[in-house]
Structures are given as structure tokens and as C-alpha cells.
């Protein structure tokens, strides 16, 4: 169960929050071999691989239209419409992220803009093993064809039979995927990555995965092929006070509990009374739930700490900077002033992590393991390129010209300078 702590001392949060352990030596070595064997040996490599890891005979790595004619009879017309109801929430919520060109005069003669271009081919990766993320489909391709992509290729480990869980399908349907491949793990990044016989190399690689697929996205990036972020096990922390609902909280935590056994929940606190409330909330909810056994091992890696104020519990959240950040207070309107570092935001007692992850509109492919410091979840911005623009007239010549040259001459960079000078000369003549 959830180790608690009480009042700990600065000199103690690194070690309290510290996330679960992992062997980096032992998971480079054997993730670099099977992104070499892949990059040599292509589609051979990957059959093997399949066969090894998913347990499944593959000869046709792309789904064909029929696949998926047949997943849409298997989703029952409840599950459609919520996907589609996820979709049109989700879609609404990044097309008002659009980029707006602005044509800025810095100077009299100089003028300068953004262009906003889509990246061309795009991979997604969508985790199938205990649990099909068929919800990653719609964060990812919703935005990717938003943004204009021209190709959104999309790679998930088939079931042991060869077959793709159906509500993927659908939901790559729905979502506007180009083709779907029935590859998965390391082999499919490093398929996307390199390119194989039958599956297209991409310039970008999307999605979550567990700590092999996030160390491959890791090494293949940035020499190769861009990626996301370095997203890896789920996590989630939760503020509490004395006014939260106890059963709330325990929901909260065991939802992110239940994505695997490597998944970290912390709940911080300023109530030493809501602490057993919580834990017997948790335990009672735990015994109910399909995946209990997986939710009970990551508790294990999981903390509540009593702090002082509310001061110090932003202080260890922005300190842990979380994938996600419930914040269930009287005053959570007060304390979200106060987030820094963080992926996404769960704000007051109605509003569930679990909204996030389906149908607020919000995007839950987000930074773990401390990275909220420096990356952004997944936008529209993720899926396109900025490309600058400058024109210069006489007048610009005149007004920057010789900046220009004093500076690329203390640079020692004459060719620079020469460049300028001969067209100041041209103007003057």
C-alpha cells in the first residue's frame, strides 16, 4: 500500500519523490540491439520480433481496409459515439491552437515573419498490450490531420491471432489515420525511425510507451528522427485539504495506478486528518477493480506526504512537476496561480484526470518522469515547423547594414561582411 510521510525535511523530497528505479545500462543494450537488428534487416527483423514479443505470426504488417470495415461491425454504437464525442472535443480544443502569421517591421527596410508548415510524415505509436489505448489514436491523429500532415502512419502490436484490437481501428478512422501497421514495441520505433520494406520511414515519431519504447524513441532521436518528448510510465499527484472527498481522491489515485506497475501516484496534503480516510477509500476501491494486481504493485512506488501550507505543497509539486495535477483544494482556483511545472492541469473536485485522458478536449500524450520542467504536452504546434521569413529594401540596407558589417568583421567572418558591404555599394552607386 501507499507509503506515507509525514512533515519531511527539504534535504529528504529528491529520495521521497524519487521515481521507480530502472536498470539503464541493461534496457540501452537491449533496446540498441533491436534497432540495429531492425535498421539491417528490416521486415525480417520485425516478423521475428513479433513472434517473440506479441506472440504473433505476422505476414502482412499493413491492416487492410476489410480489418477495419470488420472492427467497425465489433464496436458496439455506445463506444462510436463516444469516441466521436471525444473527437469533436478534442478537435475543437486544438484548432483554436492555430498559428496566426504576422508580418512584423523590426526597422525602417526590414521586414520579418513566421510561416507555420505541417511536418510531411508522421508516426504514431499506440500502445496495445494490457490495455489498447485506442484514446491515444484521437490525441494524436486529431491534430497531426488538423495540422495537414500529408502522411499519418500509425504502428500498434497486434494480439496474439494477428489481429488489431477494433476499437483502435475505429478510432484511426475516425481520427483520419493514413495507414495502420501491426508492429509494436522497440521494433515499431525503429521501424518508423529507418524505414523497412513495408513500412515508411516518418520525420516525427508520436506516443506514449513503456520504458523499452521510451528509451528507443530516446536513441533514435534527434540524429534520425525527431520524437514528442520522452514520455514513459504514467504518473499523477494530487493536492488534498480537509474539504476533499476522500473517495474522490482514492478514485484519482488508483486510476493512474492502473496503467501499470511502473505508474507513480503521490497525493500531498496539508490535512494529517484525510490521510486514513484516503487510504481505506483506496483499499476499498482497489479490491473492485478488473486490475487490481497491477494497480497494487505500482501503490508500491506511490507516496502521501503532509506538508506545513499550502506554500510548501506547490513548492514539492512544482519541484516533482507531474504529468498530471489534480488539485481537489477549497482554493484550487488560488493554488493553480501557482503551477509551474506540470503537463496538464486537473482543476476542483468534479473534474477527474480521467476526463482528460478521454473527452475534455485536452491532450493527455503529456511529459513524465520530471520532464513538465522543460516539454510541453502534445499540441498543434507538435505537428508543424516554423519557418522564418525576412525581405530587406534600400531602406533596410541602409538601416542594418552596417551593423551587419561591424559584427561579422569582429567575428572574423569576411565573407559575411562582404555579402553586406557589396550590396550597400549596389544601392549607393
Not at 528505479?21 to 534496457?27: P, R, V
Not at 508580418?103 to 505509436?125: F, M, N, P
Not at 476501491?285 to 504493485?297: C, G, H, S, V
Not at 493553480?336 to 468534479?350: H, R, T
Amino acid at each position: 500500500m501507499i507509503s506515507v510521510f509525514k512533515y519531511p525535511d527539504k534535504a529528504e523530497w529528491e529520495e521521497i519523490l524519487s521515481r521507480p528505479a530502472k536498470n539503464s545500462e541493461q534496457l540501452t543494450s537491449v533496446v540498441g540491439g533491436i534497432i540495429s537488428d531492425v535498421r539491417a534487416r528490416g521486415d525480417e527483423a520485425l516478423r521475428l520480433y513479433e513472434q517473440r514479443f506479441d506472440k504473433a505470426e505476422i505476414k502482412d504488417f499493413a491492416v487492410s481496409q476489410a480489418e477495419i470495415d470488420a472492427a467497425e461491425k465489433a464496436v458496439g454504437a455506445r463506444l462510436r459515439k463516444a469516441m466521436e464525442t471525444a473527437h469533436a472535443n478534442i478537435r475543437a480544443f486544438h484548432l483554436q491552437q492555430a498559428f496566426r502569421e504576422n508580418h512584423c517591421r523590426v526597422t525602417d527596410g526590414v521586414e520579418c515573419w513566421q510561416k507555420s508548415v505541417a511536418i510531411e510524415k508522421v508516426g504514431l505509436y499506440i500502445p496495445g498490450g494490457t490495455a489498447p489505448l485506442f484514446s491515444t489514436v484521437l490525441m494524436l491523429a486529431t491534430p497531426a490531420k488538423i495540422a495537414g500532415c500529408k502522411e499519418i502512419i500509425l504502428c500498434t502490436p497486434p494480439q496474439p491471432d494477428g489481429s488489431v484490437h477494433p476499437a483502435i481501428l475505429v478510432a484511426a478512422r475516425i481520427a483520419g489515420v493514413d495507414k495502420i501497421f501491426k508492429v509494436g514495441g522497440v521494433q515499431a520505433i525503429a521501424a518508423m525511425a529507418y524505414g523497412t520494406e513495408n513500412i515508411p520511414k516518418v520525420y516525427k515519431i508520436f506516443g506514449p510507451g513503456n520504458q523499452y519504447v521510451t528509451r528507443a524513441k530516446q536513441m533514435v532521436s534527434p540524429a534520425d528522427v525527431a520524437i514528442d518528448m520522452p514520455a514513459g510510465p504514467s504518473e499523477v499527484m494530487v493536492l488534498a485539504d480537509g474539504s476533499s472527498n476522500a473517495a474522490f481522491v482514492a478514485a484519482d489515485l488508483l486510476s493512474q495506478a492502473e496503467h501499470g506497475i511502473d505508474s507513480q501516484v503521490v497525493m500531498l496534503t496539508t490535512c494529517e486528518e484525510i490521510v486514513e480516510k484516503v487510504i481505506n477509500e483506496t483499499k476499498y476501491q482497489l479490491a473492485t477493480l478488473p486490475r487490481k494486481d497491477i494497480a497494487a504493485e505500482a501503490l508500491k512506488n506511490s507516496r502521501i506526504i503532509v506538508l506545513t501550507n499550502d506554500a510548501e505543497m506547490m513548492e514539492m509539486a512544482n519541484y516533482y512537476a507531474p504529468e498530471h495535477l489534480i488539485i481537489e483544494t477549497a482554493n484550487y482556483l488560488k493554488l493553480a496561480e501557482k503551477v509551474v511545472n506540470a503537463g496538464s492541469v486537473f482543476l476542483g473536485s468534479l473534474t477527474p484526470e480521467s476526463a482528460g485522458d478521454y473527452a475534455s478536449g485536452t491532450n493527455h500524450t503529456l511529459p513524465t518522469n520530471g520532464y513538465a520542467k522543460a516539454y510541453s504536452g502534445v499540441n498543434l504546434d507538435a505537428f508543424c515547423r516554423k519557418i522564418t521569413f525576412q525581405h530587406i529594401t534600400p531602406d533596410g540596407i541602409r538601416t542594418i547594414g552596417p551593423a551587419v558589417e561591424e559584427m561579422a568583421a569582429a567575428e572574423q567572418l569576411d565573407a559575411h561582411r562582404r555579402a553586406m558591404v557589396l550590396r550597400r555599394e549596389s544601392i549607393n552607386k
